[in-house]
């Protein structure tokens, strides 16, 4: 799947072409700020990355760290669960809630994994009939009712079904609008209370769906689903028709949630895992020049602090006892970093490494010394 958010990226590199035409080894502050801005990152968060850069001449490597420490909070871990694993798809009419549900189905299908659908979004007029398509479509079943009807009973029908018939998964759709906004936080509240009574810790994860279109102008309206409900992760679609692609920076560091997919198409296969290393690479190559010595990732995609550490040696191919010795070293690394809610951006030896805070671009080294990680 590689490569498919870079290919969702060209109308914002285009932008980014019309500001800085010509790729080029260093920029400088000004030349950076009509970069990001016309990427569409917001003004704040600009400020705040170049208020962090003391170097007049900006290179790959600096810019690079400070963006990737944007999207700090963008990794996610599973929960523990009991099947079927519920998941409630929340987002305002016309994001592409049920584009994205097919998607999401069509993924869990490709990984063996069966999928039950529920249309609880009773409230809008042909929704359920849309649903209900794509469930034909991709062979899978669907509990529905007709419009108008209790959106609870219907992810209480759909959990209940998917038990019974051994299910993995279950996606459930919900209103995007109602007359007002109190009426769709008690509906998405009472969804939630039903879910549980359905399945004990059910929903497992709440999605949020922003339409990338909207660029920066979707933050207020997620902030306002995640104070109603609370939102375990984002996927931001129609990516690919967009030039706001850089306010997939100021979304993910004012909400401080995992962006777990995008979209990138209009088919049922076109949606891919967000990778915040292609993602910042594939802006950074529009911008800057090959360069011979320029590191390459010597950061894994971090998904989780747990599994993902940045390769101490190329070969481990020592004694037991040095092994051993290896071992405990790497699970000391991985406690400092979650303790320290740090990323790691860079290995400059088998002891030392570049850092970020997650919650601000602020580069820092930490080193190996005495059997124990410390900042240096």
Partial sequence: MFGFIKKSLSKTVEAIQTVAPKRKTTFTKDELEDILL???????????????????????????????ATLAYTSYKEPEYTP???????????????????????????????VLLGAGDTFRAAAIEQLTLWANKLDIPIVATKQGHDSSA????AISSAKAKGIDHVIIDTAGRLHTQTNLANELKKINRICDKAHEGAPHRT?????????????????????????????ITKLDGTAKGGSVFSIAYALELPILYVGTGEQPQDLVVFDKYEFVDSLLDAL???????????????SNQKENIVEMHNEISQEDTQQEKQNNKEQLLEDFLQKERLIILKKIDDNTLVVNYANTPVDTQIIFSNGTWSYK
């Fill in 288 to 302: 800057f020049e090959e360069q011979e010595n320029i590191p390459s990732k010597v950061e894994e995609e971090l």
């Fill in 154 to 157: 219907v992810a209480y029908d």
């Fill in 84 to 114: 079927p694993f519920v998941e409630l798809i929340v987002g305002v009419n016309g994001a592409g809630k049920t584009t994205t549900i097919s998607k999401l189905a069509q993924k869990y299908k490709e990984e063996n994994r069966s």
């Fill in 207 to 235: 999605v949020l769906i922003i339409d990338g279109t909207q660029g920066n102008s979707a933050i207020e309206q997620a902030k306002a689903f995640n104070e109603m409900i609370g939102v375990d992760g984002i996927i």
């Fill in 38 to 68: 016309e990427a569409d990152v917001s003004y704040d968060l600009v400020e705040i990355i170049l208020n962090e850069i003391y170097q007049e001449k900006i290179t790959r490597d600096i810019l690079r760290s400070k963006l990737l």
